[in-house]
């Protein structure tokens, strides 16, 4: 089945994508854009996921771990027999390496059909998984050596054939290459990725209304993109997951790199 924009579930924007489960996915074409470079260049992964699914399932990445077949390459997936979560990197030599949450901490922090913010992090050699701002799981090195597998990038199935589908929810998928978004405790994005530009506006308005007084806003308020949480130069990919088109999906990428799926 096609995968599906649903508006039973989203945590920005008011849909997300829905998988099923029964083989459904989306594909990002090849580009320059998915490489990680080397051991010492950052990199990162970022999505809300809602889902219980306890069995083998790829969220997103451009290979399979078990095949072997590509190489200089990265994936986030759930294991098939132990449950475990991976955030998995190999080098064009073909050493991986790994972060990964056992699966106990995988069924608390990620699969329990509640929305959760997932961030996996590059930071030069240094590999780990972020769910809801803690750091969790066992940290990894990634190997020496460069990463520049050209491959697509699938969402939702294993990116070499058709397998270990997900079932679930996704929404606010992002890839930024160059960074490592977060390298400690955080508080997740309160939002949907912003893609405007109002680099040439003086004031934007901005208006709250309530029925009563008292303490209901909360406000970050500054010039950087972060705190426009708004795409910036190391955002090589931002899916709202909010368009369809057809019967399908269709992935359009809203930062300025048109990577579109």
């Known amino acids: ?80 027999t132990s449950g475990i979560f991976y955030f998995w990197v190999k080098n064009d030599a073909g050493t991986s390496s790994s972060a990964n949450l056992t699966s106990a901490d995988a069924n608390t922090y990620i699969f329990d059909n509640n929305w959760h913010h997932v961030s996996c992090v590059k ?35 294993n990116p070499v054939t058709i397998y270990a589908p997900f079932t679930g929810y996704l929404d606010e998928l992002r890839i930024s290459k160059g960074i490592a978004r977060w390298t400690s405790a955080f508080t997740t994005p309160s939002a949907e990725y912003f ?8 004031k934007v308005p901005f208006y709250v209304a309530a029925d009563r007084p008292g ?18 130069a190391n955002t090589v990919g931002i899916w709202h997951l909010d368009e369809g088109t057809g019967s399908g999906a269709y992935m359009k990428d809203s930062s300025s790199y048109g990577n579109h799926g």
């Open 123 to 157: 930071n030069g050699s240094t590999l780990s998984i972020y769910a809801d701002g803690v750091l969790r799981g066992t940290t990894g090195t990634a190997a020496s050596g460069s990463y520049t597998g050209n491959y697509n990038v699938r969402v939702g199935i």
């Open 215 to 232: 303490t209901y806003l909360e406000a970050t308020v500054g010039e950087s993109n972060f705190a426009n949480n708004e795409a910036d």
């Open 195 to 202: 893609s405007g530009d109002f680099s040439s506006t003086s």
């Open 1 to 80: 089945g096609d995968v599906k924009i649903s508006t039973a579930q989203s945590k920005f924007g008011g849909s997300s994508a829905y998988f099923d489960g029964s083989g459904d996915y989306l594909e990002i074409p090849a580009s320059d854009d998915w490489k990680m470079v080397n051991e010492s260049s950052s990199f990162t992964v970022d999505f809300w996921i809602k889902s219980n699914s306890g069995e083998s399932t790829y969220i997103v990445g451009n290979d399979d771990q078990y095949s072997g077949s590509r190489n200089g390459v990265w994936s986030i997936f759930r294991a098939s």
